[in-house]
């Protein structure tokens, strides 16, 4: 039977950077993957670009019931040691908006990149190959798979989150979570798009296609960017945004939009008055449209504006800076970008990802209860934690 240093589960992100890490400190390492395809959620992201990391990222830029738990791991692997390291292999990137990093061509390099290390740092790669068991064996880990079974001083769970279970995804990390009697903040679909009632449908689904620049705002999270309307509800950056926060806040709050972040909608109705426009056109000059005009239909406002009454108009400049919408749930883990929830971070070492409770076992990545902004954050949580584990085992 193989003796090891440690055994890394999940050969995704947060896996292979903390195989490579270990290895190149002289670890015996073995990475196992049940998955045919090597970095699968990697070669998809960011649009098939991988926006792998932010330049501004610090641990306000995540959601946890323990929210400083981040701040270590990502102070002591920061976006500008994984930039060093893209520059290293030579990708090209280049930044697209607010921080955000994306390969210039294809985020197969990052993959390549990540086997590249793995490589040199003499990791052993079984993939695919189920695992069947993980058990205490001595003072380390005992561990069945397809292919036999391994010995190891440590553990590392790196299988992610329920999110494009068609691309590998498994409850494995909570399933070790439960046999060795840790906790687990229950999982839930995040950045993800919302759904909506029939009612809200039948007055807005046929603007499926249409987006605008919104700020939206949700039990403390509020962020200005763009919201698109689908057949199915709301989606769009600003609302994969707030639905990690309205999930996290228990699925029933509304979700606040400012319609026009930035302009005095009042200052703005009062120099148009005397306006003989009707109010869908004056909006249309600032909205889509089609928007202006389903949201004027469906608040009966089809009228010049010279003629609408004051309150009517004091009305729809608190509405249009403060639109109410009350989604009915989300498109579920298909559509989802990361899980939020996962195993407490309270059971964890924040140095090293080490669980308290069970010695040599480290959990790292998505399966954490570590949830990042959309924009690259949640490569970083990866990278970062990878890191931390890699660096202790
Ligand atoms: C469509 C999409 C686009 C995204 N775009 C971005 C982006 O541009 N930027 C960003 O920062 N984040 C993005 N994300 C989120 C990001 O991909 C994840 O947060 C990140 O991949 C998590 O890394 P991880 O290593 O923890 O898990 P994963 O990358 O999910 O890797 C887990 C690995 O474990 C393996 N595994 C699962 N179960 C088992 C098991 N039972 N046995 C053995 N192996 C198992 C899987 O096959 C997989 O290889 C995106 C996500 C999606 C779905």
């Not at 559509?335 to 971070?345: M, Q, R």
Request: charged share 20%.
């Amino acid at each position: 039977m193989k003796a090891l240093d440690a055994i890394v589960i999940g050969a995704g992100a947060a896996g292979m950077m903390c195989a490579a890490t270990a290895g190149l400190r002289g670890r015996r390492v073995l990475l196992v993957d049940h998955y045919p395809k090597v970095g699968e959620k990697i070669r998809i992201s960011g649009g098939g670009r991988c926006n792998f990391t932010n330049i501004h990222a610090t641990h306000r830029d995540f959601l946890s019931a323990n929210p400083d738990f981040c701040r270590s791991a990502l102070a002591r692997y920061t976006p500008r040691d994984f930039i060093a390291l893209v520059d290293k292999h030579g990708i090209a990137w280049h930044e697209k908006t607010l921080g955000q990093l994306f390969c210039d061509d294809s985020a197969r390099r990052i993959i390549d990149m990540l086997r590249a290390e793995c490589g040199q740092a003499d990791v052993e790669w079984w993939q695919p190959c189920d695992v069947r068991s993980v058990g205490r064996h001595g003072e380390g880990f005992l561990v069945e798979t397809a292919r036999g079974a391994v010995e190891a001083r440590s553990v590392v769970v790196a299988t992610g989150g329920l999110t494009v279970p068609k691309i590998g995804a498994t409850p494995f990390a909570y399933r070790i979570a439960e046999q060795f009697g840790l906790a687990i903040v229950p999982p839930k679909p995040a950045l993800v798009p919302l759904s909506f009632d029939p009612d809200f449908l039948a007055r807005y689904g046929d603007l499926a296609g249409v987006s605008l620049e919104v700020e939206a705002r949700c039990a403390g999270g509020r962020f200005r960017e763009s919201l698109l309307f689908t057949h199915r509800g709301l989606s769009g950056p600003a609302i994969l945004q707030v639905s990690s926060y309205w999930q996290q806040a228990g699925a029933h709050e509304p979700v606040h939009i400012d319609l026009l972040p930035g302009v005095d909608i009042a200052a703005w109705f009062a120099a148009e008055r005397r306006s003989r426009a009707l109010l869908a056109s004056l909006l249309a000059e600032r909205l889509p449209k089609r928007f202006a005009q389903h949201w004027c239909t469906a608040r009966g406002l089809e009228l010049p504006v010279a003629q609408l009454g004051d309150a009517a108009l004091a009305n729809a400049a608190r509405e249009l800076a403060d639109w109410q919408v009350r989604p009915t749930g989300t498109l579920g883990y298909n559509k989802a970008e990361v899980t939020l929830g996962g195993v407490d971070t309270r059971e964890l070492s924040s140095k090293t990802m080490e669980a308290a409770k069970a010695k040599g076992l480290y959990i790292i990545g998505e399966a954490v209860d570590v949830t990042g902004h959309l924009g690259g954050f949640n490569f970083q949580w990866a990278w970062a934690s990878g890191r931390a584990a890699g660096e202790a085992v």
